[in-house]
């Protein structure tokens, strides 16, 4: 067998069920199934990165595995898009491994080997979900996935809440699958052949094509954690270790938007404009409101977790902005937004899995998830807090990092928009515009909260002084992470040729402009805009370096130590300074009818005043609760008819035949 | 273009220079409209020299990041002076950075500044820290959309080709810029902690803002963060003249006679600039902070407005 870009990634994926595999050989030995076996998964990783950069400029691979049930071989196809989301998992999932050979502890949850297990099939299975090129393939390995992340989130499966957490999130996978399974179903037209081949193939009328796309926005959505289907973050993230929420929340989130891009942009071929006006609506809703829950979240992972919502809402308009050009025909404009989603995927796996490997190191260094029990760690742990602040000044879409590159991407994408055909969505596309310039200024807000209260400042709590940093293996692991991001930042260029494969193969156009400069990005022409990384960097370098030159040169370097002047208060401990509480309560001031709020107030006659806030998700009263009661409500109904005694059942056995007799009279 | 490129660099390192002096301007007249005689305009750089020549002091608990933190500030300053025109529409490094980068430029300098804030745990620091990102948070997404309006007027992002474009439509009103105009004026007070929104000169620790994050810096430091502020306020201002006044800027093909013009034009513009911000922050009366957001969300929403104006009414 020749060695194609194919062949090598299903190498890598059965690799991969063979290192989880090999987890069992000894399942209690942490050295063996936690340490050796991660190292060899970070290995396939790269292998699986550089194969689907290979594959990016060959043509489309397809084959038919003889696996499966009789009649019912797998097959699998290898196209950019494919390559691309291979290559995301490969360079994301590089880090998450390496960091985890040094990361999982022996005694902490699961059986290490058991772990090694559930970990490589979750990738490996991740791997089919974009490889698939069939419906059965692809749901069986869309369910794998769902499981194997299923017994990684209840790792610590002995805390009743991470119990809860892990139903919740099995719960609205399952309902999403149902979701996929019968968009599916309706993609096939008639024809009853389940290969997506088929499905391209099948032309269906625009009401039908609509409602398999809006099956799929709910499936692929659900994974995503679009509002109102995204309450199963903040629950599962907390609960998973962390760099399995490193690989939730970078990567898999990333197979749902694969999902839907497969769908709308390829089994569909062409979208239909309001489609796109969709998707931009729900994705500028749920950006804004994932940062601003964001915004006041308490626990670090929490944090991360709403961040993750408000980024998938930030790709989800980029995809909406890309399907509604691409509805109007409007091409150049349609690859635009594609490649600034697709760009925003990458780099959201980057610094949300650097991030959340970073709360991984400080959990274990503190034992601690709460904001207001953390601070000073930059003392404690420099590796961890100096890579941590990359990651935080590219998810705040600081300059010259990729999160302003996918950022500002997306906003030539709004602003190029020359009069569109109709009146709402030239209302929308502002709109949106605005409601994305706001999400990545309250990002910004978020990432000071966050890196502030974790990092910097005097220690909370005695305890933390005794923090250590991370180990060599997770160095390396969030180093890695943290390269990606200022590779991503300074080659934009590279990587925009790279993602034009994706949309000349799917919207027939590419961007093309930005060829003709290595180092100056033009997306649209050089008139119209254009930012180049590396001149910014280097001009900042430049201007920081002489800066720094002139005041140390000309004046002197002196410095003295002294205790914190603060206005000249004596008795400072560290309990003044601002909590996490403290830190987002303009946010709360600010977007109050957002959060259910529940207020505990002292009266001043109270012995022990106790104050409390806690803050709740309104979608849980709007749609999840009345859920559960009408769901608990018909069960009751339904229990009348269980009273448990023979003689009621023979007599509904006696109805029953009397009912049919009387039909077949 | 080498000539291009050294008129260029000459208008950075001018704005650099000179921001000080347009603070020490708007002070000069503030003070007259207050019956004071004021300290002198040269007094932001006797400042600034007083502070290069102490020995900096610095609490025990900070980490390396507050000692960075002014530098990164000055460099993103600096780095903002060279993207902006300030004479002539030939920013060094207008081509590199677009207005977007140009507000990324922004939003890093508060990051660093607000981090350092928080990175000796005073309780003074973190409550500025806050107090800063909320009113960055509502003040960038305006002062973006005001940029996209006037892009979307000017078929470009790149500042020197607004200012080119606009320069060019004589006397042209646009509605859309006029609101747009109101929400940048908003937006310069609010991020250059000037009055409705902070106070520069206020001594009361609770009612600030920006003083209140820079409590802890000293010396050098201080002289830097305060360079750096000067040279913010100045850049917005030529951000100002940019969009709203960009006529008298020296075009791309004007000749030597064009550019000689228009330095005095420009000296012109900001004096007159800097007297009505002077008579703005004296005519009104500082906002309690939680008045701040629904200033800025006005801002935010004129903003809009600007941007929703040309894109129905396409002017």
Known sequence: MALTPLSLVLGVAIAWLAIGAAGLLRPHDIRFAGRALFGLGAVAALLLLAAGIWSLGQPVQAWVLPLGLPDLPLHVRLDPLASFFLALIGATAAGISVYSAGYFRAGEGALPGLLCLQYHVFLASMTMVVLADDAYTFMVAWETMALASYFLVTTQHRVPEIRKAGFLYLLLAHVGAIGILLCFGVLQGGSWQFTFDAMRAATLPPTWASIAFGLALFGFGAKAGLVPLHVWLPEAHPAAPSPVSALMSGVMLKTAIYGIVRVSFDLLHTPLWWWGAVALALGAFTAVFGAVFAAVQTDMKRLLAYSSIENIGVIVTGLGLAMLFRGLKMNALAALSLSAALYHCINHAQFKSLLFLCTGSVLHATGQRNLGKLGGLIHRMPWVAWLALVGTLAMAGLPPLNGFVSEWLLLQAYLFTPGLPHTIVNMLVPLGAAAFALTVALSAYVMVKFYGVIFLGRAREAILTQAHDAGWLERIGLAWLALGCVALGMAPVAVLDALDTINRSLIGTGIGAQTQNWWLLTPVDAQRASYSPLVFAAGMAIAIAITYLVVRRLYHGRVRRSDPWDCGFPAQTPRMQDTAEGFGQPIRHVFGPFFRIERELPTPFDKEPRYALRLGDRWWDWLYLPIARSVQETARVVGYLQQGRIALYLFYSFATLLTLLAFAL | ?315
């Open chain 2, 1 to 315: 273009m080498s000539t291009w490129a050294i008129i260029g660099l000459f208008e950075a390192v001018l704005a650099i220079l000179i921001a000080p002096l347009f603070i020490g301007w708007i002070d000069q007249c503030r003070a007259w409209l207050q019956n004071r005689r004021g300290a002198g305009m040269l007094q932001p750089y006797r400042t600034i020299r007083k502070l290069l020549h102490k020995d900096a002091v610095i609490a025990h608990g900070a980490s390396s990041l507050f000692r960075v933190s002014p530098y990164v500030q000055f460099g993103a300053m600096a780095m903002a002076a060279a993207i902006i025109p300030v004479f002539s529409v030939r920013a060094p490094l207008g081509v590199a950075a677009d207005t977007i980068a140009l507000v990324g430029v922004f939003a890093l300098a508060r990051v660093f500044i607000a981090l350092a804030a928080m990175d000796i745990g005073t309780a003074f620091g973190s409550l500025g820290a806050r107090r800063e990102m909320l009113v960055g948070f509502l003040a960038e997404p305006a002062l973006l959309m005001v940029f996209l309006t006037a892009s979307m007027i000017s078929q470009s992002t790149l500042l020197p080709t607004i200012a080119d474009v606009l320069g060019q439509i004589h006397f042209t009103i646009f509605p859309s810029l006029a609101f747009a105009g109101i929400a940048f004026v908003m937006v310069l007070l609010a991020e250059n902690a000037r009055i409705p929104i902070d106070n520069p000169t206020t001594h009361l620790e609770l009612t600030m803002i920006h003083e209140a994050m820079v409590l802890e810096y000293s010396a050098r430091h201080l002289a830097l963060i305060e360079w750096s502020s000067a040279l913010k306020l100045f850049n917005y201002a030529t951000i100002g003249i940019a969009l709203f006044l960009p006529w008298g800027l020296a075009g791309r093909t004007g000749g030597a006679l064009e550019l000689a013009l228009a330095l005095p034009i420009a000296a012109l513009k900001l004096v007159i600039l800097g007297a009505a911000l002077a008579l703005v922050e004296t005519l009104s009366a500082k906002l309690r902070i939680f008045r701040a957001p629904e200033f800025l969300a006005t801002a935010f929403l004129l903003a809009v407005l600007g941007l929703l104006v040309h894109l129905l009414l396409g002017s």
